[in-house]
């Protein structure tokens, strides 16, 4: 491969809705370019961007993979991002190495909700968009029904640049507006050989329509354009390129196409689409602000090859008989193979032996990238997704990636207990793969629970520790960390007496025992006086009445929220030491504590819901079946002060009814809606659920016994 600097470089993500032939259309443009040598298809596992196990039995993407076509003097890198929300985290780490999207509509489904998602993820980073409609060739694909769809749902500057001639089984080629020019595609042709021909009569009157609105649309956003245009004067092909790379730079356009990526119609276009009308790797450098932070100070970082090297690491897949593989992208500078790099997020030096670009699953070495392109690296010490690679004399540190958050939190358990050890480094290795999958040790249910973004995606990382780390494991719905309190006052006494042959065991303590507000946790209060406990004993009564307390009382959960106070007591000169008042302490605990009116108290979550104000109905409806308390709604205005559709609200709701909101909420509202979630505190569970836990618990219990 030639060397390429950033001018000649374009960066894309293709992004969309699962199943609109992404993954497919990825492959067709690299083989259409020529430099991919085989029409790889996810149907027989052989797609380009989509070779691990796990995507080949699936079907389906699940990790970015990083493809590359050259084409007219370009290269132009292509991250195929996963559709399945699940994988979101991977759509968002491409869209935030790229400097634009190509956005992917399936023909005949139209605009899904994976569409709009990652629409949106492309326009918060202000990145220019194209759509391109993939299926012309299937059964009720209809061109014209997702055009409407683009405009009235994701958005009205949506604008044809690309045509199909026919559709379905008569799908025949692509009507170009920009050259006037129809391509016919040749019957039974594998790599999309076509025929320019003028556009045929039978869908002159269909052109003229379109390219009407496009030239109208381009115009208007030109001033002088415009002024031509109205003046009767000829707008050339040229004139319209140049004003729409600028319109879209400016999200002022969206250009729309049309293809079939199975069938190799209408790629060339899009290839010829993204090095005319996207912008090159050094021009979005206004529009990213590249900022990063040397130290406590920032420092602006320049997409030249002339500065500093520095690149962020966007992703790691560990691979098979490799080992871990980071693909960076190079904001500035140059890099050579085998240079040294230094990882400021970490603090130390990398080599980087193999230097490599990735055609999917083929790496191939390359002697020095630029800035603006995307190379990646096998076997880095110690660099993970996120880090900032730059160099030693200037240690930058790049902005990292914000990941979507994980809500969905299941517990895992190894299938073998001796296992358990395994497990654990695997998901943390794991995690450094991919940071929208988490885990962390519960010490009040001792369950180690892992969260995602949903339970598909959660299972197949269950897969992968199986495949990689040889660890078989389940996950489950993890306990609910209940705790137990007190609603009234109580006293007695605890007394622990045993004379069994040589010296014996004495203690006797006297306590009061008064509930406290919630969150006050445990207060020991000393009110002997006169000496009858010696001061010595007193902490093991402390000692003993909190260890009968961690093992609750009403359904086995730590009490807490409750005050004691040790106001008497008496001792054996001889008999009594620390352990016996411990002993003391444990009797009276079990004493006093059931007299008190013991309840059980169940954690609840501050959930806050972004909805779209259509489906406020069911989520406000489903909140309360799931007991929650709403706190109030926010409608959510745009800057200038217009409503957007979306509306939050605020609930608070028992942890035990959240089980799984993340995937009810999505199918509630076609995916529309997101949430967060944190925890609020405790209050006391209603009396039927009490009732449950506690017969739950009870049969727990049982199975323990019979276990052990
Ligand atoms: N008929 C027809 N089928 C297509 C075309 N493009 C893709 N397909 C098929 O549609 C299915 C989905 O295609 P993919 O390329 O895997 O879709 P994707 O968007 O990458 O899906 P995710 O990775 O799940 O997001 C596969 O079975 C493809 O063979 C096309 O142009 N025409
Ligand atoms: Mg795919």
Redesign the pocket.
């Known amino acids: 491969m030639r060397e390429y600097h950033g001018s000649d470089i374009r960066n894309i993500a293709v992004v969309g809705h699962?199943a609109s032939g992404?993954?497919?259309l990825v492959d067709a443009l690299a083989f259409v370019s020529g430099a991919s040598k085989r029409h790889g298809s996810?149907k027989d596992g052989t797609?380009l961007?989509?070779y691990s196990d796990e995507e080949i039995e699936r079907g389906?993407?699940i990790n970015l993979g990083c493809a590359y076509a050259e084409w007219m003097n370009a290269k132009i890198n292509l991250i195929?991002?996963?559709?399945f929300l699940d994988f979101l985290g991977d759509a968002v780490a491409g869209v935030a190495a790229a400097d634009g999207a190509l956005c992917v509509v399936n023909a005949s489904s139209g605009v899904e909700v994976g569409t709009e998602r990652e629409f949106r993820e492309a326009v918060k980073r202000k990145d220019p968009v194209f759509f391109v409609v993939n299926m012309m060739d299937k059964e009720h694909a209809d061109f014209d029904r997702v055009y409407g769809q683009i405009k009235q749902k994701l958005t009205a500057k949506v604008i044809p640049v690309q045509i199909p001639a026919g559709r379905g089984s008569t799908f025949q080629g692509v009507l170009n507006l920009y050259s006037k020019k129809a391509h016919i595609y040749k019957k039974g042709s594998k790599a999309g050989q076509y025929d320019e021909v003028d556009i045929p009569v039978e869908y002159k009157a269909t052109f003229d329509k379109y390219y009407q609105e496009m030239i109208e649309t381009v115009a208007a956003t030109d001033d002088k354009l415009l002024e031509r245009y109205l003046e009767g004067g000829e707008i050339g092909r040229d004139d319209a390129v140049q004003a729409m790379r600028e319109a879209m730079k400016r999200m002022e356009i969206f250009p729309l196409f049309c293809v079939s990526s199975e069938l190799n119609m209408g790629v060339q276009a899009v290839l010829s689409t993204i090095v005319e009308l996207m912008p090159n790797a050094f021009e979005m450098e206004e529009t990213h602000a590249f900022k990063g932070a040397e130290g406590d100070h920032t420092v602006e970082i320049h997409a030249n090859d002339n500065g500093p090297f520095v690149a962020e690491v966007f992703k790691t897949i560990s691979e098979p008989h490799v080992g871990d593989v980071s693909y960076f992208r190079i904001y500035s500078g140059s890099v050579t193979n085998g240079g040294e790099v230094y990882n400021a997020t970490r603090g130390h030096v990398e080599k980087l032996n193999h230097l490599s670009v990735s055609q999917g699953k083929e790496r191939t070495e390359v002697p020095v990238l630029h800035a603006g392109d995307i190379g990646c690296v096998a076997k880095l010490r110690n660099t993970h997704t996120n880090d900032t690679l730059s160099t030693k004399e200037r240690p930058v540190r790049l902005p990292q990636i914000e990941f979507p958050e994980s809500l969905v939190q299941l517990a895992v358990h190894a299938s073998n207990r001796a296992d358990e050890e395994k497990l654990q480094a695997g998901l943390h290795k794991l995690h450094d793969e991919d940071p929208t999958f988490q885990m962390h040790f519960n010490p009040e249910t001792h369950e180690t629970i892992v969260s995602g973004l949903g339970e598909r995606h959660l299972e197949v990382t269950l897969t992968k520790l199986r495949r990689k780390f040889g660890v078989t494991a389940e996950l489950t719905r993890p306990k609910i960390a209940y705790r137990e309190t007190l609603k009234a006052k109580g006293d007695g006494q605890g007394r622990h007496k045993k004379q069994s042959g040589g010296r014996g065991q004495f203690g006797d303590c006297w306590v009061r025992f008064a509930p406290l507000a919630r969150g006050k946790g445990y207060v020991f209060d000393d009110q002997i006086v006169g000496g009858s406990i010696p001061r010595g004993f007193i902490p093991a009564v402390d000692r003993g009445i909190q260890e009968a307390a961690v093992r609750g009382i009403v359904a086995g959960f730590p009490l807490v929220d409750f005050k004691v106070e040790l106001y008497d007591g008496s001792y054996h000169s001889v008999d009594s030491n620390e352990m016996s008042f411990k002993m003391a302490g444990i009797l009276a605990f079990k004493a006093v504590a059931p007299k008190c009116r013991p309840v059980l108290l169940e954690p609840l979550d501050e959930i806050d819901v972004l909805s779209p104000d259509d489906h406020m109905g069911d989520v406000l409806g489903d909140l309360s079946s799931r007991r929650g308390h709403i706190l109030g709604t926010d409608i959510v205005e745009d800057s200038t002060g217009a409503t957007t559709g979306y509306t939050h609200i605020r609930a608070i709701v028992p942890q035990a009814e959240l089980h799984l909101y993340a995937s009810t909420l999505q199918s509630m509202t076609q995916g529309r809606a997101t949430y967060t979630r944190k925890f609020k505190g405790y209050e006391e569970a209603p009396h039927d659920v009490a009732q449950k836990v506690v017969a739950e618990h009870g049969k727990q219990r049982e199975e323990e016994l019979v276990g052990a």
Do not use: C, E, L, R
């Open positions: 699962g992404k993954t497919s996810v797609a961007t989509d389906f993407s195929d991002t996963p559709g």
